[in-house]
């Protein structure tokens, strides 16, 4: 299984300032270091190194089960993060690990609340499931989009 990011002709149109998923253009804030984690680097947003915040919808159309949050991305081009381990920006004490099928939708059954340390193991069980083509990692307390874990 790999973690992905945000596709990064997608980050560099917002970092351009092209228009979020709301159709307004991404705000400037400055971090604070602790709690902002960059979809597309995958790691924290440094303290006072400045950052976007937008509304991101992580699917290809809107659609009753296409999500739309807010997120945070690196203002400056940043290399795309990803690959088997666990992204560092998953800080937290744990997320919602959730199933989608082909089609974009919820696979009824999948998401629930998982131990960071246990994501991988659940990540397993659910690619178990012929119906789940990818999986999110979402905020287990806002339910903001982190990344997605593909087979």
Known sequence: ???????????????????????????????????NPCRHCLKMIPDGAEMLVLAHR??????????????????????????????????STDYIVRGYGADDRIVYGTGGVVATGA???????????????YLHVRSARNNCYQC????
């Open 1 to 35: 299984m790999r973690f992905g990011p945000i596709p990064t002709d997608v980050v560099r149109a917002y970092q351009a300032g092209g228009r979020d998923a709301n159709g307004q253009v991404p705000e400037r804030k400055v971090s604070d270091g602790g709690g």
């Open 119 to 133: 994501i991988p193991a659940r990540a397993a069980e659910l690619f178990g499931d012929p119906r789940v083509a």
């Open 58 to 91: 992580p699917f290809p159309a809107p659609q009753p089960y296409a999500e739309v949050g807010p997120i945070f991305l690196c203002a400056d081009p940043c290399e795309a993060g990803g690959g088997e381990a666990v992204p560092e920006m998953l800080a």
């Open 148 to 151: 997605r874990i593909d087979r």
